[in-house]
């Protein structure tokens, strides 16, 4: 169980163009559903967090009309990188949470594979 | 602010040696939970654990254990008899508070565990 999904594995596009990752918790439904952006030999860096029905909140620093942010549903969240340019590239990461304790507890983050953005 | 150390950056072992990465935290709060994730060379986290504050009971699943210390804030990660299939990064992870699900990550551990 816990299974999320993450589409596309990987994506190469031209600068100036958008992509759209879709991301998908298969077998449950998240509390909520968490962004991030890994650099090479780098930790996790936290984008925004997604609650479906409401909008995104970003980190500070992350743009939010670069980087936008759909939550259709309890188990769909989209991530669209408009306008990419070559420092957007990136590996993106998803995560979903799945409720795993009473209210005020931290439910466990399951993650996706990533998608592996490189902008030309 | 919570915060978490992961002091060895990268970790070399030779196969079937045991192996453990430390994993320190600070936070304010008395409530709070912990995780342990790999991260193998496909990119994917793979949740390991989850821990509570109020349980501070050592766990073993298989070859992983995990040794969780409220006194010295620590919750260390031991891989008994390494494989080469072990070769990951390993995160370390943190609750934030208010329960919005937010997670502060150590840098990580890179063990490559050599045949």
């Known amino acids: 169980g816990a299974v999320v999904s993450q589409h596309p594995s990987r994506v190469i596009c031209k600068s100036g163009t958008s992509v759209k990752i879709e991301c998908r918790s298969l077998d449950f439904q998240a509390t909520t559903m968490f962004w991030y952006r890994q650099f090479p030999k780098q930790s996790l860096m936290l984008m925004a967090t997604s609650n479906e029905g409401s909008k995104a909140t970003y980190e500070q620093g992350v743009e939010k009309d670069k980087f936008l942010i759909n939550h259709a549903s309890l188990t769909l969240s989209t991530l669209t990188v408009t306008s990419a340019h070559p420092e957007d590239s990136s590996f993106y990461i998803c995560?979903?949470?799945?409720?795993?304790?009473?209210?005020?507890?931290?439910?466990?983050?399951?993650f996706g594979p990533g998608t592996r953005l490189t902008v030309l | 602010a919570q915060k978490v150390t992961q002091a060895q950056t990268e970790i070399s072992v030779v196969e079937k040696e045991d192996v453990t990465l430390d994993c320190v935290y600070e936070?304010?709060?008395?409530?709070?939970?912990l995780f342990w994730y790999k991260q193998p060379p496909s990119g994917e986290l793979v949740f390991l654990i989850r821990?509570?504050?109020?349980?501070?009971q050592n766990e073993i699943s298989g070859r992983y254990s995990w040794n969780f210390q409220k006194s010295t804030s620590s919750f260390n990660f031991t891989i008994t008899a390494s494989q080469v299939v072990d070769s990951a990064v390993y995160f370390c992870?943190?609750?934030?508070?208010?329960?919005?699900?937010?997670?502060?990550f150590g840098k990580g551990n890179q063990v490559v565990v050599i045949p």
């Open positions: 821990r509570n504050s109020f349980d501070e």
């Open positions: 995560s979903a949470a799945l409720r795993s304790g009473g209210a005020g507890s931290t439910d466990t983050q399951y």
């Open positions: 992870a943190l609750s934030e508070p208010y329960g919005n699900n937010r997670l502060a």
């Open positions: 936070t304010r709060d008395t409530t709070y939970y």
